[in-house]
């Protein structure tokens, strides 16, 4: 990761298909199970070297709904082994093993504070 969609999520379909890389799934899809949209985060580069900031949170209408995570990298990978899922469950991978892109720019405080992606 990257992103996470929350619980606030209205299933409205405006983010699916603007990731450049396929990484988010619909509820019908949804891994664990919830009945909102998911990001894999394993398949989610940030949008990094496809556009200046993340897509699907551009395009969603829900404030606060996408909000940043933890890098999906090496030394973050504990983050994704956990209960840190939104509610205390586990993420759901295709490829635990993946290293991600990841924004610098973003801070490890505001990606555990799941600080909103976009500001409206
Ligand atoms: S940040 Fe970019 S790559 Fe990640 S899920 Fe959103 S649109 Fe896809
Ligand atoms: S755009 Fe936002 S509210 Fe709509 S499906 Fe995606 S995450 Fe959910």
Redesign the pocket.
């Known amino acids: 990761m990257a992103v996470i969609?929350g619980d606030?999520?209205?299933?409205?379909?405006?983010?699916?298909d603007e990731c450049p890389v396929e990484a988010?799934v619909?509820e019908d899809d949804n891994p664990t199970g919830e009945e909102?949209?998911y990001v894999y985060p394993d398949k989610c580069v940030e949008c990094v070297d496809h556009f200046d900031s993340p897509a699907?949170a551009e395009?969603?209408?829900?404030e606060g709904?996408?909000t940043w995570d933890m890098p999906f990298t090496a030394d973050h990978k504990d983050h994704f082994s956990g209960d840190n899922y939104i509610d205390g469950q586990a993420y759901v991978m295709d490829d635990a093993d993946a290293v991600m892109p990841t924004r610098d720019d973003i801070s490890i405080e505001d990606r555990q504070n799941r600080e909103n992606v976009v500001d409206d």
Do not use: Q, S, W
């Open positions: 969609i606030t999520c209205i299933n409205c379909a405006a983010c699916i988010i619909d909102y949209y699907c395009a969603c209408p829900t709904c996408i």
